[in-house]
């Protein structure tokens, strides 16, 4: 009885320690949305947490860009917009995050095979991801430290002879096309990290 008594008074504990950790709404529509354009921001999407932590929708948009909250319960602090015709792609990504399936190779090659199968929807034309990582992000003050934004613009089934773009980086900032000609394909534009020397 008092073993069963400690495990119910430690899950009480753990409970409130998780819903602790979710900011609130507010704090968590600010963070998500730094990674939008800055005149996007204030009509944007914004999905974010629960305390028990689902995924839920923080403020209904009005313009084209769905951004995402920081997940408390994953390591690291990163925030992302993206524009509406990604949201199929980016939805089943999380179903089968939910389901289970957390290789990243597997999470592409399931989504790639539903989207060439045709039950998956791809945009049909190129769409931004904005993807800022950062160590930490302070609600007092709205900064994050050391933000580093990075861009991704889709474009499925896209080639290197189709848009004259390399498939590695050349440069620091420079284009290239990141794994061509599947459902995936994607231009990565990552500038240099801030003190990196790059």
């Known amino acids: 009885m008092r073993s069963a008594l400690a495990a119910l008074a430690l899950s009480f504990v753990l409970a409130e320690h998780a ?5 609130a709404p507010q704090v968590q529509i ?4 730094l990674a939008a354009p800055p005149q996007d921001r204030a009509d944007a999407t914004v999905f974010g947490f629960a305390d028990d932590g689902s995924m839920t929708t923080l403020r209904e948009g009005s313009n084209s860009l769905i951004c995402l909250a920081d997940d408390p319960n994953r390591e690291g602090w990163n925030v992302a917009c993206y524009h ?17 399936v957390t290789d990243s190779g597997e999470l592409a090659q399931r989504r790639w095979a539903e989207a060439d199968a ?38 499925p089934w896209a080639t290197p002879e189709e848009t004259g773009l390399p498939t590695a980086p050349t ?23 801030p003190g990196s020397g790059n």
């Open 19 to 23: 819903a602790a950790q979710t900011p």
């Open 118 to 155: 045709g039950t998956l929807s791809m945009p049909e034309k190129p769409a931004t991801l904005y993807v800022m990582t950062g160590d930490g992000y302070d609600a007092a003050s709205g900064a994050v430290t050391n933000g580093f934004l990075r861009w991704v613009v889709y474009t």
């Open 30 to 33: 600010a963070q998500a949305v």
């Open 171 to 193: 440069g620091p900032g420079a284009p290239w096309l990141m794994f061509p000609g599947t459902a995936g394909a994607h231009i990565m534009i990552t500038p240099p990290i």
């Open 84 to 100: 509406e015709s990604l949201d199929p792609f980016m939805a089943r990504g999380r179903e089968l995050r939910a389901e289970g």
